[in-house]
Nanobody, 122 residues
Framework: QVELVESGGGLVQAGGSLRLSCAAS????????MGWYRQAPGNHRELVAS???????TYGEYVKGRSTITRDNSKNTVYLQMNSLKPEDRAVYYC????????????????WGQGIKVNVSS
């Protein structure tokens, strides 16, 4: 099994910045994609940013230009730098990996972190 542990969330004033980190542990063979999603109360989960093994990156339209996703494959870690935060960015942010493991090497599987809260005050 793969475990994802997020860190770096908390409370920040509007206009401030946060850097989220997510480290994966387990018998990972290779990684197809790493990403960040968020979900506010009453809303659907939406894409924040993702990066694929091809190094292609995508960003959600609401955070494009304010967020940057990076990865460190040697540490199985993905980062999300968020700048110019707005109250609308308040949500639980979830780390997501798509990878293969020794236990399930024949298929790609998706794994999720438990989520980390980001709160933005006015």
């Amino acid at each position: 099994q793969v475990e994802l542990v997020e860190s770096g969330g908390g409370l920040v004033q509007a206009g401030g910045s946060l850097r989220l980190s997510c480290a994966a542990s387990g018998s990972i063979i290779d990684i197809n994609e790493m990403g960040w999603y968020r979900q506010a109360p009453g809303n659907h989960r939406e894409l924040v940013a993702s990066v694929f093994s091809s190094e292609r990156k995508t960003y959600g339209e609401y955070v494009k230009g304010r967020s940057t996703i990076t990865r460190d494959n040697s540490k199985n870690t993905v980062y999300l730098q968020m700048n110019s935060l707005k109250p609308e960015d308040r949500a639980v942010y979830y780390c997501e990996f798509r990878c293969r493991t020794e236990q399930g090497w024949s298929t790609w599987n998706e794994y999720w972190g438990q989520g980390i809260k980001v709160n933005v005050s006015s």
